[in-house]
């Protein structure tokens, strides 16, 4: 999850609506772009709804065609708060790569409108079934394959760097907005020092990771579900081809959606595996997460992705990665959620926090290194160090 914004996918009301321009002269500039498109995209103005919502100052609002061809998508981000230029960036390598990602029909760079295909109308999110873990397991599996296209396509250079001054501004948003904002923690003396030298193992930890392309948020949230050729979980026979597509097939044009992709970096391959499978808003048991991990990396391995020290033959090794990749991002997020909360007004989010202090605790239970940052976190939750502690769910 990148610093300022959340994906598309926040809860809205169930009837549709259509959009409000708090803006008056926006509004009227969206008029005038949209009655300069509408003739040349097919586009029923009338149909206008809001489709889904950010955290940051963008908005998507859902248009049909005339022709009954379907729906399209226009993004609305006011150019003073949001660049569009990397969305576009990274929406043509993700093409490349053979990802199912919008199309961009039209765009106004300068007052921040955009036209896209839609890829559907469900995430991933909705269709989890909680209580059946494996249930979900194709859909998981749909969104491992395109993670692997996406990695296999990466190239230094391309993106920007998910480097050390990157990954410490993530993680100061955790004592600056979380504890010390939220929780009303002094963050100096002891509780400095025990701060700085968990940052220090684990940014040197996910800093030796091999180097993809890094969506940031690739979660259930921000993957659009196309529909299964057969039952929920019916699987394909190992090695095949599968049937919605993959990177065996060549290309995902038809597979899992990819949406939220405009902060992508150039950094360490366990992130988007662990954003997967440690949800900002869902929790699985750890033999779950187990299961597609191992899949995901025999995925990898294939694709030649864990070649690094003795990650190709032992699994274990590159599991600890991935916890410790975890750990920053759960710790940023919880810093997040915390700064939505008390300076944007959304306190939905500071609800999950929880959650992460969960995921935080599970990891830094399982390292000797990281006892001082556990009991850290135990002090300020008010909470027993935990023994024996698995994920669960929270």
Same mark, same amino acid.
């Given at each position: 999850?990148?610093?300022?914004?959340?994906?598309?996918?926040?809860?809205?009301?169930?009837?549709?609506?259509?959009?409000?321009?708090?803006?008056?002269?926006?509004?009227?500039?969206?008029?005038?772009?949209?009655?300069?498109?509408?003739?040349?995209?097919?586009?029923?103005?009338?149909?206008?709804?809001?489709?889904?919502?950010?955290?940051?100052?963008?908005?998507?609002?859902?248009?049909?065609?005339?022709?009954?061809?379907?729906?399209?998508?226009?993004?609305?981000?006011?150019?003073?708060?949001?660049?569009?230029?990397?969305?576009?960036?990274?929406?043509?390598?993700?093409?490349?790569?053979?990802?199912?990602?919008?199309?961009?029909?039209?765009?106004?760079?300068?007052?921040?409108?955009?036209?896209?295909?839609?890829?559907?109308?469900?995430?991933?999110?909705?269709?989890?079934?909680?209580?059946?873990?494996?249930?979900?397991? %194709? *859909?998981? $599996?749909? #969104?491992?394959?395109?993670?692997? &296209?996406?990695?296999?396509?990466?190239?230094? +250079?391309?993106? @920007? /760097?998910?480097?050390?001054?990157?990954?410490?501004?993530?993680?100061?948003?955790?004592?600056?907005?979380?504890?010390?904002?939220?929780?009303?923690?002094?963050?100096?003396?002891?509780?400095?020092?025990?701060?700085?030298?968990?940052?220090?193992?684990?940014?040197?930890?996910?800093?030796?990771?091999?180097?993809?392309?890094?969506?940031?948020?690739?979660? %259930? *949230?921000? $993957?659009? #579900?196309?529909?299964?050729?057969? &039952?929920?979980?019916?699987?394909?026979?190992? +090695?095949?081809? @599968? /049937?919605?597509?993959?990177?065996?097939?060549?290309?995902?044009?038809?597979?899992?959606?990819?949406?939220?992709?405009?902060?992508?970096?150039?950094?360490?391959?366990?992130?988007?595996?662990?954003?997967?499978?440690?949800?900002?808003?869902?929790?699985?048991?750890?033999?779950?997460?187990?299961?597609?991990?191992?899949?995901?990396?025999?995925?990898?391995?294939?694709?030649? $992705?864990?070649?690094?020290?003795?990650?190709?033959?032992?699994?274990?090794?590159?599991?600890?990665?991935?916890?410790?990749?975890?750990?920053?991002?759960?710790?940023?997020?919880?810093?997040?959620?915390?700064?939505?909360?008390?300076?944007?007004?959304?306190?939905?989010?500071?609800?999950?926090?929880?959650?992460?202090?969960?995921?935080?605790?599970?990891?830094?239970?399982?390292?000797?290194?990281?006892?001082?940052?556990?009991?850290?976190?135990?002090?300020?939750?008010?909470?027993?160090?935990?023994?024996?502690?698995?994920?669960?769910?929270?």
């Amino acid at each position: 999850m990148s610093d300022h914004r959340l994906p598309p996918g926040a809860a809205l009301p169930s009837s549709p609506i259509a959009p409000v321009w708090a803006d008056p002269s926006r509004g009227l500039a969206f008029q005038a772009w949209l009655a300069r498109e509408a003739p040349v995209h097919g586009l029923a103005p009338a149909s206008l709804r809001i489709a889904s919502a950010d955290a940051s100052f963008r908005r998507y609002i859902r248009i049909d065609r005339h022709d009954g061809a379907g729906s399209l998508v226009i993004m609305d981000a006011p150019p003073a708060q949001e660049n569009c230029a990397p969305f576009v960036h990274v929406a043509g390598l993700m093409q490349a790569a053979g990802l199912n990602v919008p199309r961009i029909l039209a765009w106004d760079e300068a007052q921040g409108f955009m036209l896209m295909s839609d890829l559907g109308p469900q995430t991933l999110m909705e269709l989890i079934d909680r209580e059946h873990p494996q249930a979900n397991l %194709p *859909r998981y $599996l749909q #969104a491992t394959d395109a993670l692997i &296209a996406w990695q296999r396509a990466s190239a230094p +250079g391309v993106l @920007p /760097p998910y480097d050390e001054a990157l990954l410490r501004r993530e993680l100061a948003l955790f004592p600056d907005w979380y504890l010390a904002r939220h929780k009303g923690v002094a963050v100096e003396g002891k509780t400095r020092e025990t701060l700085d030298k968990a940052f220090d193992v684990i940014v040197a930890r996910t800093l030796a990771a091999p180097s993809v392309y890094v969506h940031r948020d690739f979660m %259930p *949230r921000n $993957l659009i #579900a196309p529909t299964l050729p057969a &039952a929920r979980d019916s699987l394909p026979p190992e +090695g095949a081809v @599968p /049937p919605w597509g993959g990177p065996a097939a060549g290309r995902l044009g038809a597979g899992i959606g990819v949406l939220d992709f405009q902060d992508a970096v150039y950094g360490p391959v366990t992130y988007d595996i662990a954003s997967l499978m440690r949800d900002a808003f869902l929790s699985w048991e750890e033999d779950f997460v187990l299961d597609v991990t191992i899949r995901y990396w025999e995925k990898a391995r294939k694709a030649g $992705l864990m070649d690094f020290e003795d990650w190709h033959s032992d699994f274990g090794a590159f599991y600890r990665a991935v916890e410790w990749m975890g750990l920053q991002r759960h710790l940023k997020v919880a810093g997040i959620f915390a700064r939505l909360t008390l300076r944007d007004g959304k306190p939905r989010y500071l609800a999950d926090a929880p959650r992460f202090i969960g995921y935080i605790r599970a990891t830094a239970s399982r390292y000797r290194e990281l006892t001082p940052l556990l009991r850290l976190i135990d002090e300020v939750e008010g909470l027993q160090a935990a023994t024996g502690y698995a994920f669960g769910r929270i």
